[in-house]
Each structure stands twice: as structure tokens, then as C-alpha cells.
């Protein structure tokens, strides 16, 4: 066995993650098992575990890819082996790796989908909007749970069918599909609203004010004025009933 250099331990774990070539002279091997063979035990179980985290971090996909997800999945992780030291933040590259790979669009929405419900799943919620909050119109913002998608195809309602039911799920069709990404209770929901709705969260979500976000969905044409306040009134008491809003914090 080789004389090991200061950073074996960093090497060592490089090489359990696949970053480095696996050394057999650093050790000494065993009744059953050469030098090798030994460090290939921890690597292959090192491939297995992460396999296996990351299939649960995105069923969608997972489900989705159907025949070639094994070989999706492992492509990904010899590209990306994960540095952080949770297993919940395996998959966040998938969609940007996707993307880089040329994958299909659907694929990559469904990927950031994985994504936001899971997010959504283990984040904090705050406090629920009372009635007095929204006449006073307060400064808003997103409840931590809550995420946005402008999604080109049905993978929500693919997803949903998949993962939840026994029936076959919906054809692929393309289209505008604004939905919001939520927890209610201990499950992840998606609730697919109109351009105007949708974007009135988003103006929320990118800092601006409710006044300035009804106006610039206004300015793009996503809001139609007839009716305007009503539907408006009617957005926010489904924010709120599904509590999406919060209080922003004070900058002061």
C-alpha cells in the first residue's frame, strides 16, 4: 500500500462520489475482496443510495421518462454528484442539466415541477391573512411553501394522474398553463388559474406592490377590464382561502 497523502480523506471521498478514478494501492485488500474490489463496495453503494434519492426526489420525471429514466438519471449524477449534506437538494441541477443536454421542454417543466413540490413540502408557512389584512392592503409577498410556474405543456395534470390515481394519465398537449404550486395541510396541490390571476402573484412574488402588479398585468393584456375589480376581489379571497399571502416584513 502506498504511503497516503495529507487530503486522502477529501480524495478518498472524491473517489466514493466519482470524481476521481478509483486507486487500488491505497489499500490492502481482504480474504474475499482485493484492494479494488473494496473501494468499488463503498463507490457502488455511494451510486445506489443517490440512484435512490433521487428517484424519490422527482417521481414525475421519474415516472415521465418511463424506459429511459434509469439512464437519464444516472447520466445526471456522473454529470452533477452531489456536494451538499442533505440528500433533499440532489435533484436541484436537473432542470439546468436538462436544459444544457437539449432534453424536450416537458421534461424540464416536470423536472421544476419535482422540484417546486417539493420545495413547497418542507418549507415554513406564515402567518394566514385575515380579512383586516387585506381591506388595510399591507405589503405581500408569498408564503414560503407557495411557488409560480408558467408551464408550456400539461405535466401538472399528467403528474397528478400519475403519481395519484390508477387511471392513465392525460395525453401530452402544449399550451399556457399558469399554476400555482402549494401546501395545503401536509399535501402538495396545484391549482391552475388564469393569465391575470396568475400574474398578479407573480408581480407579488417579483417584489412589486398589489397595485403595481394589477397594473402590469394590465399593461400586458393578461387582465380584462370588464369586471375588473370584481374578479380581482374574487383572486385575492382564493389567495387567501388557500393562503398564499403573507404580510411582507418591514423594511424599515
Excluded at 449524477?77 to 424536450?104: F, M, V, Y
Excluded at 392592503?137 to 390508477?166: C, G
Amino acid at each position: 500500500m502506498s504511503d497516503l497523502p495529507a487530503d486522502w480523506r477529501l480524495q478518498m471521498v472524491e473517489m466514493i462520489r466519482g470524481k476521481e478514478p478509483l486507486r487500488s494501492d491505497w489499500f490492502t485488500g481482504g480474504p474475499k475482496l482485493s484492494p479494488l474490489e473494496q473501494i468499488s463496495v463503498y463507490h457502488r453503494q455511494f451510486d445506489l443510495r443517490i440512484y435512490d434519492a433521487l428517484s424519490e426526489e422527482i417521481p414525475g420525471l421519474h415516472g415521465f421518462l418511463g424506459d429511459q429514466a434509469e439512464d437519464v438519471l444516472k447520466a445526471y449524477i456522473a454529470d452533477c454528484p452531489p456536494s451538499s449534506w442533505t440528500l433533499n437538494r440532489i435533484a436541484d441541477g436537473l432542470p439546468d442539466w436538462l436544459e444544457q443536454r437539449g432534453a424536450p421542454r416537458a421534461q424540464i417543466e416536470m423536472a421544476q415541477l419535482d422540484l417546486a413540490i417539493q420545495a413547497g413540502f418542507e418549507a415554513a408557512s406564515g402567518r394566514t391573512l385575515s380579512p383586516a389584512d387585506l381591506a388595510s392592503m399591507p405589503p405581500l409577498q408569498l408564503q414560503p411553501h407557495v411557488r409560480l410556474l408558467r408551464l408550456t405543456h400539461n405535466v401538472h395534470w399528467i403528474r397528478s394522474q400519475s403519481t395519484t390515481s390508477d387511471q392513465e394519465p392525460p395525453e401530452l398537449t402544449t399550451g399556457d398553463y399558469p399554476v400555482v404550486v402549494f401546501r395545503r395541510h401536509i399535501k402538495m396541490r396545484h391549482w391552475q388559474l388564469s393569465l391575470g390571476a396568475w400574474s398578479i402573484l407573480d408581480g407579488i412574488d417579483n417584489g412589486l406592490g398589489v397595485e403595481a402588479s394589477i397594473e402590469r398585468a394590465f399593461n400586458r393584456g393578461w387582465l380584462n377590464p370588464e369586471n375588473l375589480a370584481a374578479h380581482i376581489q374574487t383572486w385575492f379571497a382564493d389567495y387567501a382561502e388557500r393562503n398564499l399571502l403573507e404580510i411582507a416584513p418591514s423594511t424599515e
